[in-house]
């Protein structure tokens, strides 16, 4: 399948304002899915960079950035770091055809396949409350969000605003934020270099006292670069051309760096890539909750997936008895507000060490009738009883829509697919998918659970 003609644009377009970018990889489909990503020309080693692009030609916001002309104070101040980058796709948007960054802006997705935009029967098919109650709060923030758009200076429809969103949350990557611009580094350079010069000519001290001067500043600059967004937790949102068009692989470590001293972006993975495969990243320790949300998509084997029980408490009521003294107890310790988000099963199977204590307190706050184990147990096994269907039932029905080479697979293009609103199969397939990827947990979650209660 050949490259459509926005993305022949695109490419000539970096060629042109980026050509080192495109040294080692070209844009590519690929076969037989039709997905959109990166190819490797030449041999790519593990950690060696694969892109490295000007941080000039992209979008990002800072912590503590100033609002960028005609838009509100109030509103980007308030806004989340995903609103403010929305704000400004949308504003390169609408600069047309001859915007400085048109040809990237004309090669991002128009449609996204996620559960945003599913009916909820398909959201309630998923069999999984706590990506329901996440979409249904996703879908009341974005109209808040778009509410307060004109107020703010920021004029945009609401399909507007949920295309640049979409694009945002699906392609947006974050990091260290240094706490100045590359413009501001470059100007105190030159500043301590012109001082450096002019203190020995104009006779304010010796060339040695100058050149001490000098260095002192140079450390001040590097330490508050690079030991002050650890110390500070500065972060930095950036939504980058190239980058956003790889591909997605959680089992490969791998990094997105900003180079202060050269104000690029560079890819680095822990996996090498021989010429003519396709270069993937991971897009961080995300679960098949996270993946299918904002990018459309269920990664097979995913090892960062967990399972959030968000009916844990009303089980417990089922199980031993929840008693209005005992959800004042909880609320008194802070702990009911948790135990009411839920608590979390690791791929393993086994609940994370937040969870065993919650579980551990609430059998207090019941007198100790029944153990932290015997709650989470129960828990598990009434959370499985309600399901519709099966985890055996769902791999049955999934095997019935074909092998996986022939569908949208794990690590697609980031949304870069037709909308499916009328091609049913593949959305319930990924429906499919994702209940098999859950109610898997929650099997091992049972077994191990059962295991501990054995040993």
């Known amino acids: 399948m050949a490259l459509s003609e926005h993305d022949r644009r695109f490419v000539a377009w970096a060629a042109e304002k980026a050509p080192d970018a495109l040294a080692k990889v070209e844009l590519a489909v690929f076969e037989p899915l039709g997905l959109r990503g990166l190819r490797a020309t030449k041999y790519v080693?593990?950690?060696?960079?694969?892109?490295?692009?000007?941080?000039?030609?992209?979008?990002?916001?800072?912590?503590?950035?100033?609002?960028?002309?005609?838009?509100s104070k109030p509103l980007w101040a308030e806004s989340a770091w995903y609103t403010q980058l929305a704000i400004l796709l949308l504003r390169r948007s609408a600069e047309g055809p001859g915007g400085a960054l048109a040809p990237w802006v004309d090669a991002l997705p128009r449609e996204f396949d996620t559960p945003y935009g599913w009916s909820d029967d398909e959201v309630e098919a998923l069999h999984y409350p706590a990506l329901r109650e996440a979409v249904a709060r996703q879908r009341e923030e974005w109209a808040k969000i778009h509410s307060g758009m004109a107020v703010g200076g920021v004029d945009c429809t609401q399909a507007e605003l949920e295309w640049?969103?979409?694009?945002?949350?699906?392609?947006?990557?974050?990091?260290?934020?240094?706490?100045?611009?590359?413009?501001?580094?470059?100007?105190?350079?030159?500043?301590?270099?012109?001082?450096?010069?002019?203190?020995?000519?104009?006779s304010m001290g010796s060339w040695s006292?100058?050149?001490?001067?000098?260095?002192?500043?140079?450390?001040?600059?590097?330490?508050?670069?690079?030991?002050?967004?650890?110390?500070?937790?500065?972060?930095?949102?950036?939504?980058?051309?190239?980058?956003?068009?790889?591909?997605?692989?959680?089992?490969?470590?791998?990094?997105?760096?900003?180079?202060?001293?050269?104000?690029?972006?560079?890819?680095?993975?822990?996996?090498?890539?021989?010429?003519?495969?396709?270069?993937?990243?991971?897009?961080?320790?995300?679960?098949?909750?996270?993946?299918?949300?904002?990018?459309?998509?269920?990664?097979?084997g995913c090892v960062h997936d967990s399972y959030i029980l968000t009916r844990f408490l009303e089980h417990v009521d089922s199980i031993a008895g929840v008693s209005d003294s005992a959800l004042d107890t909880l609320e008194k310790e802070g702990l009911l507000q948790a135990l009411r988000r839920g608590i979390r099963v690791g791929n393993d199977g086994k609940c994370d060490e937040a969870s065993v204590l919650l579980a551990e307190r609430l059998s207090v706050a019941l007198g100790g009738s029944k153990k932290a184990l015997e709650l989470l147990l129960g828990a598990c096994r009434l959370e499985k009883q309600a399901?519709?269907?099966?985890?055996?039932?769902?791999?049955?029905?999934?095997?019935?829509?074909?092998?996986?080479?022939k569908r949208k697979a794990a690590g697609s293009d980031r949304g870069f697919s037709p909308a499916q609103s009328s091609e049913q199969g593949p959305r319930m397939q990924t429906i499919l998918e994702f209940r098999v990827s859950k109610k898997m947990l929650l099997e091992r979650a049972i077994l191990e659970l059962e295991a501990s209660s054995a040993a």
């Open 45 to 71: 080693k593990a950690k060696e960079e694969s892109i490295v692009w000007p941080a000039s030609l992209a979008l990002e916001v800072t912590t503590g950035m100033r609002a960028p002309a005609n838009v």
């Open 209 to 300: 006292q100058a050149l001490g001067g000098a260095v002192t500043g140079l450390i001040f600059i590097v330490a508050r670069d690079v030991i002050s967004p650890r110390v500070l937790e500065l972060k930095r949102y950036v939504l980058c051309p190239l980058v956003d068009m790889l591909n997605h692989d959680g089992t490969i470590p791998s990094d997105v760096e900003y180079r202060v001293f050269t104000n690029t972006y560079a890819v680095s993975a822990d996996a090498a890539v021989p010429a003519g495969e396709q270069v993937r990243i991971s897009y961080g320790p995300r679960s098949n909750d996270q993946l299918l949300q904002f990018h459309g998509f269920v990664e097979k």
């Open 387 to 405: 399901l519709p269907t099966s985890y055996e039932e769902d791999k049955v029905q999934l095997k019935q829509f074909g092998s996986s080479s």
């Open 164 to 202: 640049a969103l979409h694009c945002v949350r699906s392609r947006a990557f974050s990091g260290a934020y240094e706490g100045s611009t590359y413009q501001q580094r470059v100007g105190l350079f030159g500043f301590i270099v012109l001082l450096t010069v002019l203190y020995p000519l104009l």
